[in-house]
Structures are given as structure tokens and as C-alpha cells.
């Protein structure tokens, strides 16, 4: 069980940190006094105004830039009475670390939640950790490359609570996790899968759970909770006698 825990808790930890590169997706919270540069550019631009809306579109290969993260898509709309941005059309969002695609994406401005749906694909790129106290630590996996899917990706960039659902899946390496809803409070550094969890290692090895799995993932208070797991181990085997000769019998035996 030791062995596939370990494994849990190293997908578990790229999870996390997958998720939380969601917040790329909102706006940060700023102090008034600052300002920061976007520039946006596409084809086609149009506002429509009126006593119950203020409407802006841009259609046609638009780009938005922010520092190092760059946006692309064909269709972007920001409507300023009630504060919903909307992107659609080959959507993706790069940074040094992190690219996101997916159908659409929102940002509900006033409410300080971010959403990208319709085959969202995530691939985190973490920079390696230079000196590492401890290379086999779950911190120390944060640092490996992880790619995740899902239907849909939500980030409270307020409450700092990232969540994931729908056909969700991770892949670092040769290890996977399958499940319908993962949600990670970025605070106090929990994870809690929900719907039938499946964890499968490098070595074959598994580990499931139709029930609620837990994880801490705090620096040196690691810790993981399942409900009903079930878990597929290989052990290694190894003969008594010596090189597995039967010893030959002497006279009178």
C-alpha cells in the first residue's frame, strides 16, 4: 500500500499544481495604484452600445498579451455592464510554464472566477528545481512535466479554489489518474477527488476509490485519505533455498 499511496500522492501533486496555473485564466487582484500593460490586437473590432448594454467584439485572429502569458482565439467579447469576458474559437494560453487550450473561455469579473470548457487540455511545464533538498519528495514532483484533460476548469482566483471535472485525467511520465472531479484549495493545500479515482504507476501497479480521496500536500505533513480503496500491487518474490537447488540425499536417506 506504501508504494501506491507514494505514487497517488506524486499524481496527486502534479494535479495541484495544474490547476493552480488556472489562475492565469483571471485577473490578479491589484491595488488601485497599479497598472500593468496589455496590448490586443485582431481583425475586426465593433461596439454596440444602448441604454441596457455596453458591448465590445473583436473577431479575427486575436492576441492578448500580459507580461508573459500570450491569448489567441478567433472571437473575443467583453461586455461592460455586467463584467463577462468570453474568448472562443482555437483558444490557447501560453506561458514559460504552463499552455491551455480548450472551446471557450470566461471570466466572470465580478465574481473573481475564470472558466475554460469544451475539451480542455492543460500542459504544465514547471521549471526543474534547482537543488532539491529531497528529490523524491512530492514537492520535488511538482517540478516534472504533467499533462491534464478535462470538460471543463474553474478558478476562484479570489478563494484561491481551482476545480476540475469532467472526464478528468493526468499524465506525468508513465503515471495516470482518472476520475470525474478534482477541486484544490490552494490555501491549505488540499486536494479531494470525487468520483471513482483511478491511480496507475510506472510499475503497473494500482489504486482505486469509488468513494472521496483526500490528499495534503503541505510540505512535510504529507498525507492521503480514501473511502473503500482498492489497491493491485507487485512484489517481488524470492526463493528460500539458496539458488532453488534441491539439496541431493545422501546414502541411507
Known amino acids: 500500500m506504501r508504494i501506491v499511496a507514494a505514487g497517488s500522492i506524486r499524481i496527486a501533486v502534479v494535479l495541484c499544481t495544474a490547476l493552480a496555473m488556472a489562475v492565469a485564466l483571471g485577473a490578479q487582484e491589484k491595488k488601485p495604484a497599479e497598472k500593468e500593460e ?3 490586437s485582431g ?3 465593433k461596439w454596440r452600445g444602448g441604454e441596457n448594454q455596453s458591448i465590445y467584439t473583436i473577431t479575427g485572429n486575436v492576441v492578448v498579451k500580459h ?3 500570450t491569448l489567441t482565439a478567433d472571437r473575443a467579447e467583453y461586455d461592460e455592464k455586467t463584467r463577462v469576458v468570453t474568448a472562443e474559437g482555437n483558444l490557447k494560453m501560453v506561458d514559460p510554464e504552463t499552455e491551455i487550450s480548450g472551446a471557450k473561455a470566461t471570466a466572470y469579473l465580478n465574481d473573481r472566477k475564470s472558466v475554460i470548457e469544451g475539451d480542455v487540455k492543460l500542459i504544465a511545464k514547471p521549471k526543474p528545481e ?3 533538498k529531497n528529490p523524491e519528495s512530492p514537492r ?3 517540478r516534472e512535466p504533467a499533462t491534464v ?3 471543463r476548469m474553474e478558478y476562484l482566483y479570489r478563494k484561491k479554489i481551482a476545480t476540475a471535472e469532467g472526464n478528468l485525467k493526468v499524465t506525468q511520465k508513465t503515471r495516470t489518474l482518472v476520475g470525474s472531479k478534482a477541486v484544490y484549495d490552494v490555501n491549505q493545500e488540499l486536494l479531494t ?3 471513482g479515482v483511478r491511480v496507475t504507476d510506472e510499475e503497473g501497479q494500482t489504486f482505486t476509490s469509488p468513494g472521496t480521496v483526500k490528499a495534503s500536500l503541505k510540505e512535510g505533513a504529507e498525507w492521503i485519505e480514501a473511502e473503500n480503496g482498492s489497491a493491485t500491487l507487485k512484489v517481488n518474490v524470492e526463493e528460500e533455498t539458496g539458488g532453488g537447488k534441491t539439496p541431493e540425499k545422501g546414502p541411507g536417506q
Request: hydrophobic share 30%.
Open 38 to 40: 496589455v496590448t490586443i
Open 43 to 45: 481583425d475586426h473590432w
Open 67 to 69: 507580461l508573459d502569458t
Open 130 to 132: 534547482e537543488n532539491p
Open 140 to 142: 520535488s514532483k511538482l
Open 149 to 151: 484533460t478535462c470538460d
Open 193 to 195: 477527488l470525487t468520483g
